[in-house]
């Protein structure tokens, strides 16, 4: 074999031409070292704790709860020590302590966190990266965007510049800083990979989905674009391990901030309420309606007092349209409906009877949780199993040959209905040997199942019986 030898100057431009083509792609690489400087200041660590009735057992060190093998988690970190002397018997009191991230919104001491960083929370503490130590009080929180205002009592504290989440693009370069595992001040990085995602029992939030590694600690922590602008809130992870595996989800900065607007002036949030159960519509669903396309929000049912059934709305009707903006998907319509004012008017637009119609209904007030409408109590109730069901009536009873039973409508991903087999279309008929027949009946009968033990539950599924074992967490 013969070898080839070049003259060394042939070796020097060899070798320079790599180097400068390295070096001219470590160019076009963003560099973070200045937005890091700038907006260090501003980023908080949040330590929270409270006292709690420790029940037995001993949750992994960080992580309670992840036996599930995959489901969307708020993530934020958490230490459980038992008091010297307790021993974690049942019945015996302990400390709970937790670790979050936030970032301050103005000089006067306003900061945003996520409102599950500080849950039932006894004492706040947040933390500046200059060592100082402040307590904080909550000024309002709403779980339905999972945000939360505190407040410091300080003056002229460093704040961060905020962006506009509506002008985002996928692809575009981001970064985060927070305290996973309680490491103060971590940035990581990555690239916006969706916009306006949809997570389960999250239908309020247009989630930002990255690739930024985010862990227990990062929640409540801001997202940046290259800019150095804040435009989203590090919320929640996908995960079947319990750790980072590529997928977080942040709320948008202009959700979030209407939110904290709300939070800071009135101490709640009112958000538009249209009174109806809605579900997807397949394509099945979409050609028996003489549509083109699936798309929209089929209503299945509605509240009797609802400000829907007052302004002529019936079941059957699919909502395409709130105020000329498309309903895409029926977890599109509650987002929509929520961004406007209680009282004000909407223009919807409808398919009915295969044609095209509007509606206009002046929009009511989201009940307050202890006066449940019929739609949020069922959802509410159903969330423990993971489904969304709806009544039959007798004539569909009669064609499939069952007494009672409830449709199953929707299945939440990873929910104990997922693990169990269930499906959307399924006709569940009993639930650990006691018969089903109305969504009321379904949510007692949940309500009153024992945790982590296998419970039998009967379907009916293409005509045949089938039983499979449900185990809720």
């Known amino acids: 074999m013969k070898r080839l030898i070049l003259p060394a100057t042939l070796w020097l431009c060899l070798l320079f031409v790599v180097t400068a083509g390295s070096a001219a792609q470590a160019r076009d690489l963003p560099d973070f070292t200045q937005l890091v400087k700038d907006a260090a200041p501003g980023v908080v660590n949040i330590a929270t704790s409270r006292t709690i009735e420790r029940r037995g057992g001993s949750p992994l060190h960080g992580f309670e709860g992840q036996d599930i093998p995959e489901i969307f988690r708020h993530f934020f970190g958490d230490r459980s020590p038992v008091p010297p002397g307790h021993g974690g018997g049942r019945g015996r009191s302990q400390e709970r302590q937790s670790l979050g991230s936030g970032f301050v919104i103005s000089e006067d001491g306003y900061i945003l966190t996520n409102a599950h960083v500080v849950e039932d929370a006894d004492e706040i503490l947040v933390r500046f990266n200059d060592r100082r130590e402040m307590a904080a009080e909550v000024v309002g929180s709403d779980p339905k965007t999972d945000i939360a205002l505190l407040s410091v009592d300080a003056d002229d504290l460093p704040t961060l510049t905020l962006g506009d989440s509506d002008a985002l693009e996928v692809g575009a370069w981001v970064a985060a800083i927070g305290s996973p595992f309680g490491f103060d001040h ?5 690239i916006i990979s ?79 309420w249209l009174g109806v159960m809605i579900q997807p519509v397949s394509r099945d669903l979409a050609e028996s309606f003489g549509m083109d396309k699936p798309g929209g929000a089929l209503i299945a049912d509605l509240d009797p007092d609802g400000p829907a059934a007052k302004g002529g709305l019936q079941a059957g009707d699919i909502i395409l349209a709130v105020n000329d903006q498309e309903v895409t998907r029926s ?51 159903q969330a423990r199993l993971g489904v969304e069901v709806g009544e039959i009536d007798d004539a ?41 027949s109305t969504a009321k009946e379904l949510s007692e009968r949940v309500e009153a199942l024992p945790d982590d033990r296998a419970i039998p539950l009967r379907l009916y599924r293409d005509g045949r019986s089938l039983f499979v074992a449900l185990r809720l967490d």
């Open 396 to 436: 569909l009873r009669e064609r499939l040959n069952v007494d009672g039973g409830v449709e199953v409508r929707d299945v939440e991903p990873g929910s104990a209905a997922a693990r169990a087999g269930i499906r959307p279309g399924d006709i569940l008929v009993s639930i650990d040997h006691q018969s089903v």
């Open 186 to 190: 971590s940035v990581t990085s990555g």
């Open 194 to 272: 969706a916009m306006n995602r949809t997570l389960p029992r999250d239908a309020y939030v247009p989630f930002i989905q990255t690739d930024v590694a985010i862990n227990p600690g990062n929640s409540g922590g801001p997202l940046f674009n290259l800019d150095g602008e804040v435009i989203g809130i590090n919320s929640q992870i996908f995960t079947r391990s319990g750790g980072f595996m590529g997928l977080s989800f942040a709320i948008p900065i202009n959700v979030a901030m209407d939110v904290a607007d709300q939070l800071r002036d009135e101490g709640r949030v009112d958000r538009g």
């Open 331 to 381: 977890s599109t319509l509650p987002r929509l409906i929520g961004r406007v004012a209680p009282d004000e008017t909407v223009e919807l637009s409808l398919m009915r009877d295969g044609e095209k119609m509007t509606e206009k209904v002046a929009l009511g007030s989201w009940p307050d949780s202890d006066q449940p409408s019929r739609d949020q109590s069922r959802n509410d109730s």
